[in-house]
């Protein structure tokens, strides 16, 4: 008779706490996220003009024409910037495949920004991000890219450089991460002055 109580006190706190904790607190929380903020909830999503969404503000894409800032390098699927492969090279700091590539995408960063052979190349021009998606760029990466996307736009580099500084955020909370830029809020703005 005890053990017929207990058991049936038992299910009955499971069928509870499943109901409350699996069905009444996770709508509760969604619920007021939707309210607080969806933006955030529905995936920062950016949309044109017309409404259709282009982009989310949280997973970089590939910008390859010279008109526009290039983000960071993506190992995220075979050409990169694949959403559903998000993903490092997952390669240690002295594999040669990983030297190799770095020091590529160094030459080609200083080669399509006009600079010199020997020139220092931020950190995030040459190497790709733990998720590969990283939307960000660092300042100095933006900064290094202003002299080409004046000339292939025919802006003045001024006019470049203060849309990049208009687009620098600053650390979360004010003491996590670092400064950054977010590449296609960046062409975007871009888009909107040519």
């Known amino acids: 008779m005890e053990l017929a109580r207990q058991t049936r006190n038992a299910v009955l706190m499971i069928l ?10 996770p709508l509760a929380v969604t619920g007021l996220a939707q309210v607080l903020f969806p933006h955030q909830v529905n995936g920062s999503l950016i949309r044109d003009g017309s409404g259709k969404v282009i982009g989310s503000s949280l997973i970089g894409q590939r910008f390859t024409d010279p008109k526009y800032f290039h983000p960071r390098p993506s190992a995220a699927g075979q050409d990169g910037y694949d959403a559903g492969a998000s993903s490092g090279s997952n ?34 021009a040459a190497t790709a991000s733990g998720s590969g998606l990283d939307p960000h760029i660092t300042p100095a990466n933006a900064y290094l890219q202003v002299a080409r996307v004046a000339r292939e736009r025919g802006l003045p580099e001024s006019q470049v450089r203060a849309l990049v500084e208009r687009h620098i955020e600053g650390r979360t909370l004010w003491v996590l991460g670092e400064p950054r830029v977010n590449v296609l809020q960046l062409n975007l703005a871009l888009d909107g002055i040519y």
Request: proline share 7%.
């Open 16 to 25: 509870m706490l499943t109901i409350l904790l699996g069905i009444v607190y």
């Open 91 to 124: 390669l240690g700091p002295t594999n040669e495949k990983l030297i190799r590539s770095v020091e590529e995408r160094a030459a080609a960063y200083r080669l399509e920004n006009g600079l010199a052979a020997d020139a220092p190349v931020p950190v995030d």
